[in-house]
């Protein structure tokens, strides 16, 4: 690599893999070192395995996977915790890692001790350190206890410390393993504050959370790791959606998607999202084929999730590119079955990742088994602890809906503004019907997605009743 190159990296991880021997007892170990055969008595386990990234200097890359994914062991190669079986890591630059919560601390030591240990740890001198005493101090607002030792400190205290300490060296490059989660939530929101502060400064940052939050809103970039291996790296939404697949255990999904990454240069090829009228429905077909027609049934004129200019072609189900939930509730009597679903943002991807203030798409693809008079489709969107928050139906947007018979397909699209706080959701949808008085369910999807809302301004409250605020100053009257 050029030279000119080679200084715009802060780190370079190139081919590296950490393996660890796996001995079924301690004895074999033993046998092992003994043997004049060089009988192997242990198993590889490859915590990585040819793990390659780059990091330019001033960007935020997060490192994203499951446990045991191997994020927390490259970090540690990183920053010379650990050394590599193989491969090389190059670091240009003043490294402020947060790995484990204190490590590097001397539990017998005051916090004033620990922290002029740990300066010089990191090449600072006792004046630099001096200089930088009281915004260590002030940032981790422990009081007196930084003149105690930190085997009494409580565990909010102890992360206070080490955070502090980590985040006001003014580091060249701040690594940070999971310690944003951690501490109540004032003190994490100061932490973001801080870490926004010295981002806009140009410190390069390699983060690994499982706040995916805080992986769209602070990172230029994402790695995906699984099981030790590199699955794939580019924009944090992307890397989200990929994520999510591997929670959701969709690996056949997930295979396909990233070989259409590689064929496509990282486009994925989304369902076309047009605009749906509200409280109208087409019938006849489920909408796939028919050129130049919106759900409405009258011709397209632009408008909608088609004002990019393009028509997004899809392979396969719309769920097949989502992270559907592998244990959804679902029942009814059969009589109509809900086969397919998706959601699209204003743009048109098909994702469970949705921007708050921008118009989504709910779709649903009903297929009907029976006759039946006078069906109606539903969506709820919950919060985790079961609260519906939203949610409605075609009869209460005074859909018309015809009778259906045997062999029959809907396709209905629901269309609004997602004004919902920043956070996680589940969508339930259903296909029902009221007979003689009696409420009907043909197939109910409980749960069967989650709706990950990403917002850069979040309110009191589970919703945002976007207010317009209008402030006026009247300064006081001077006297005489």
Do not use: W
Not at 84 to 94: A, D, I, N, Y
Not at 265 to 289: F, H, L, N, P, W
Not at 450 to 463: A, L
Request: proline share 2%; hydrophobic share 35%; charged share 25%.
């Amino acid at each position: 690599m050029p030279l000119e190159e080679n200084a715009k990296y802060a780190i370079r991880v190139q081919d590296v893999s950490k393996v660890y021997r796996l001995y079924d007892k301690p004895i074999d170990r033993l046998k092992e070192s003994l043997s004049l055969s060089h009988r192997n008595y242990h198993k590889d386990f490859f915590a990585l395995n040819g793990i390659s990234f780059q990091v330019r200097k001033g960007e935020t890359v997060g490192i994203i996977g499951t446990n045991g994914s191997g994020k927390s062991t490259i970090l540690k190669i990183i920053t010379g915790v650990l050394t590599p079986t193989t491969g090389e890591v190059r670091v240009e630059g003043v490294i402020s890692a947060l790995l484990e919560l204190g490590a590097g601390f001397n539990m017998d030591y005051t916090g004033i001790e620990n922290i002029y240990m740990n300066g010089t740890m990191m090449g600072f001198s006792r004046k630099e350190m001096e200089e930088k005493l009281q915004d260590i101090l002030d940032f981790a607002d422990i009081g007196d206890f930084v003149y105690q030792p930190v085997k009494t400190y409580s565990s909010g205290m102890f992360v206070r410390l080490a955070f502090a300490l980590a985040i006001n060296v003014e580091p060249e490059i701040l690594i940070v393993d999971e310690a944003l989660s951690v501490g109540d939530v004032f003190f994490q929101s100061k932490c973001y504050q801080r870490m926004e502060e010295i981002r806009q400064k140009g410190t390069t940052i390699l983060m690994v959370t499982h706040d995916m939050g805080s992986v769209i809103k602070y990172c230029d970039r994402v790695v995906l790791l699984n099981k030790g291996n590199f699955i794939a790296e580019g924009a944090p939404g992307k890397m989200v959606d990929l994520y999510k697949k591997i929670l959701a255990n969709q690996m056949d999904s997930l295979e396909e998607e990233l070989q259409e990454m590689n064929d496509f240069s990282g486009g994925m090829r989304d369902s076309s999202e047009g605009r749906a009228g509200r409280g109208k429905v087409q019938k006849g077909g489920t909408g796939e084929g028919q050129e130049g027609k919106n759900t409405e049934g009258h011709r397209d004129t632009g408008s909608g999730n088609r004002e990019n200019g393009s028509r997004k072609a899809q392979k396969g189900l719309m769920k097949d590119h989502l992270t559907i939930n592998p244990s959804r509730t679902e029942y009814g009597d059969g009589r109509a079955e809900i086969y397919d679903l998706g959601m699209f943002d204003e743009r048109g991807n098909l994702t469970n990742l949705l921007l708050k203030g921008e118009y989504f798409t709910i779709r649903e693809k009903i297929r009907f088994r029976a006759d039946i008079q006078a069906p109606i489709f539903t969506y709820t969107i919950k919060d985790k602890k079961g609260a519906e928050l939203s949610g409605t139906n075609t009869m209460f947007e005074g859909a018309d809906i015809s009778s259906v018979k045997a062999g029959d397909e809907y396709e209905v699209n629901f269309r609004q503004k997602m004004t919902l706080q920043g956070g996680e959701y589940l969508l339930s949808m259903s296909c029902t019907g009221f007979e003689q008085g009696e409420h009907t369910v043909y197939h109910r999807l409980y749960d069967v997605a989650n709706i990950t809302v990403i917002s850069n301004k979040n309110t009191v409250g589970v919703y945002d009743m976007e207010s317009e605020v209008e402030a006026k100053y009247r300064p006081a009257k001077k006297e005489g």
